[in-house]
């Protein structure tokens, strides 16, 4: 069974730096769109970042200029460095993958998600 395991969150202070990697056991990433989510406590989850089959990245606003995704083929692993950290920042972080026609919900055809990571930013 393919499985998303994200690690890599913490706590940091304002400002600070985070890294965060996802890797699959059973699904080669590149062939998906892989990304990331995240779920404020009390919040919905929101979008924060894709990588596609060629590396080409996708931001939410509220993350450009900030946070970076990429992808190492070689590792099977897709990382989210996040610096300059700002308190609503603050969430459970979700890996997930999905085939380009199919929406992140469709497990049914193939889409995957993490467990879901904590990341917390303090002042």
């Known amino acids: 069974q393919e499985e998303l395991i994200e690690s890599g969150g913490g706590s940091v202070q304002t400002g600070g730096s985070l890294r965060l990697s996802c890797t699959s056991s059973?699904?080669?990433?590149?062939?998906?769109?892989t990304g990331w989510f995240r779920q404020p406590l009390g919040k919905e989850r929101e979008f924060v970042a894709t990588i596609n089959w060629r590396a080409e990245p996708a931001y939410a606003d509220s993350v450009k200029g900030r946070f970076t995704i990429s992808r190492d083929d070689a590792e099977n692993t897709v990382y989210l460095q996040m610096n300059n950290l700002e308190v609503e920042d603050t969430a459970v972080y979700y890996c997930a993958s999905k085939w380009y026609t199919k929406s992140w919900s469709d497990t049914s055809s193939g889409a995957a998600w993490g467990k879901g990571i904590l990341v917390t930013v303090s002042s």
């Open positions: 059973g699904r080669t990433l590149s062939n998906w769109l």
